[in-house]
């Protein structure tokens, strides 16, 4: 059984197309990074998964529950770290995190769930108002990990991060994958999901670009990677010997008799060193640069990755506010919400 399946997924405002026929398989297990600029839709499909709010078309499982007519069973099963959660800025993270076992049936302790999460006890016990955006974001993650989730769906997780809180996440997302949880996580930050994804979704526009593992991006985005060769004097082979080698697309001298060789087939560099070293080209030494993530990220949506780090500026007035209070998961009735932890629990 998938973990989600979208069938036609469309999410209009007025002539604005937020999602358009979203046909996405993520299969139970795996690590599945949606990427995509400003705008793309990736927290409006969040929401539809999650029925934060509604399609304009088509229909949605997850873990085998349709997220409409079976939105508790989705809940009950589904750890979230929201996008632009709320937080109860007079509660403490300890009383969050009670909140959220209480409401989830989680029997976790709250004490292995912040050091799970890198939050110091001693904070844990202090108003979350005071709370850093890197400790919000912690907290909320441990609240995700409430109730042992079969899947995972974190929205930006490693915004506010610092690197170590990154490197923390990443540790979790890894964690939860060898016990067999899913993980549905959206991210700017490129270098992370190649970190820890299976396969990586691109959405540009509200529109899915294309699905594939890192590899095969690399395949089939047409950016090469490069063979680069320092050569002691002149190369004794001519460039156009290294050209015709199927595979290579691209042969530069860069100053100091470096050697560039740019390929899109893996195997084309072992014949390029080949080549070169029975031409009795005196090879100094030798280096491959990979084409990265960014650069088929751009490949494929033709932005910059510079330019998707940018803060979003987006009208969210109609959508429910999503609460990280019970795991993320209040939905419309809580958000709508009036009910704060402090009057939950009668303080
Ligand atoms: N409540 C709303 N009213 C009108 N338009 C909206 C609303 N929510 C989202 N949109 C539009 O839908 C599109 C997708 O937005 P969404 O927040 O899903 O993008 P995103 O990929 O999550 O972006 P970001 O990376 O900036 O968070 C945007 O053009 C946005 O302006």
């Known amino acids: 059984m998938a973990a989600i399946e979208t069938t036609g997924l469309t999410k209009r ?192 526009g509200g529109e899915l670009v294309t699905v594939d593992t890192i590899a095969g991006l690399r395949e089939r985005s047409g950016v090469g990677s490069s063979l680069v060769v320092d050569v002691a004097g002149e190369p004794s082979v001519d460039h156009t010997e290294l050209v015709d080698i199927d595979g290579v697309s691209e042969v530069t001298a860069e100053k100091n008799g470096r050697l560039r060789v740019t390929y899109a087939d893996p195997a084309a560099k072992a014949h390029a060193i080949h080549r070169l070293v029975e031409s009795g080209t005196p090879i100094v030494d030798f280096d491959i640069e990979e084409a990265t993530l960014e650069d088929l990220f751009s490949a494929f949506t033709g932005v910059e990755a510079e330019s998707v780090r940018e803060e979003k500026a987006v009208d969210d007035s109609t959508v429910p506010q999503r609460t990280a209070a019970d795991g993320g998961l209040a939905g419309e009735s809580a958000s709508a919400g009036s009910v704060s932890v402090d009057e939950e629990v009668g303080r």
């Open 13 to 204: 405002y007025g002539e604005e197309t937020a999602l358009e026929a979203l046909e996405l398989t993520v299969e139970a297990g795996e690590v599945f990074g949606f990427l995509g600029p400003n705008g793309a839709g990736k927290t409006t499909t969040i929401d539809l998964l999650l029925d934060f709010i509604r399609p304009t078309e088509g229909t949605a499982t997850v873990l085998g529950y349709d997220t409409h007519e079976e939105t508790d069973a989705v809940r009950d099963r589904v750890g979230i770290l929201p996008d632009g959660f709320d937080l109860w800025e007079r509660s403490s993270g300890t009383r969050h995190l009670e909140f959220a076992l209480d409401s989830k049936g989680g029997t976790e302790s709250p004490d292995a769930l912040l050091e799970r999460v890198g939050l110091d006890l001693a904070d844990a016990e202090r108003p979350v108002g005071d709370y850093s955006k890197g400790m919000k974001q912690r907290l909320a993650m441990a609240m995700a990990l409430v109730g042992d989730p079969e899947l995972l769906v974190l929205d930006e997780p490693s915004s506010g991060l610092d690197p170590h809180g990154i490197r923390t996440f990443q540790e979790i997302i890894r964690e939860e994958a060898a016990d067999g949880t899913t993980v549905f996580f959206s991210s700017h930050i490129l270098g992370q999901v190649a970190a820890v994804c299976d396969r990586v979704g691109i959405l540009d």
